[in-house]
């Protein structure tokens, strides 16, 4: 099995809704899903960067594979990066504000996500940002492969 790349699209709360309006997407949290089934993400909800058991369920969930990704390589910056906590000020800086200001120690869900992907700029992702680039990725990588 391989990593993919989980996107939020249940109606979820007011925060979700907000999200979903300023980014324009269907989308308002992005998580990677490790082989054993663990979601790791960057979580306001949870305090920031941790990995946990979620029901992957398809009308909550969009899914993209990452076959270029390894485990491995998640499993080491979440443990690198693990209880940091969550990067309210790169939400404000880099998404509402797009002045590119992030914290070095903390996180937000797509920034966490694109980092992982070694993607350059990664407070520069929002969720629907992450997966327009994936897909792009993917539909390069199906055609010269």
Do not use: N
């Not at 990593?3 to 998580?31: F, M, N, Q």
């Not at 369920?57 to 979440?78: G, N």
Request: neutral net charge.
């Amino acid at each position: 099995m391989t990593v993919r790349l989980a996107l939020y699209k249940a109606p979820g709360k007011l925060s979700d809704r907000l999200i979903r309006g300023w980014t324009r997407s269907p989308y308002s949290h992005c998580e990677l899903v490790l082989p054993d089934g663990r979601f790791v993400s960057s979580s306001p909800r949870d305090g920031g960067v941790r990995a946990k058991v979620i029901e992957p369920d398809p009308a909550a969930w969009d899914f993209l594979p990452l076959p270029w990704i390894r485990p491995a390589h998640v499993e080491q910056l979440l443990e690198q990066e693990a209880e940091a906590g969550y990067d309210w000020l790169g939400v404000f800086g880099s998404q509402i504000l797009p002045a590119g200001i992030q914290s070095r120690s903390r996180w937000f869900c797509s920034e966490f996500c694109a980092y992982v992907l070694d993607l350059e700029q990664p407070q520069r992702y929002s969720p629907r940002q992450l997966a327009e680039t994936i897909q792009w990725a993917h539909g390069v990588l199906r055609t010269t492969s």
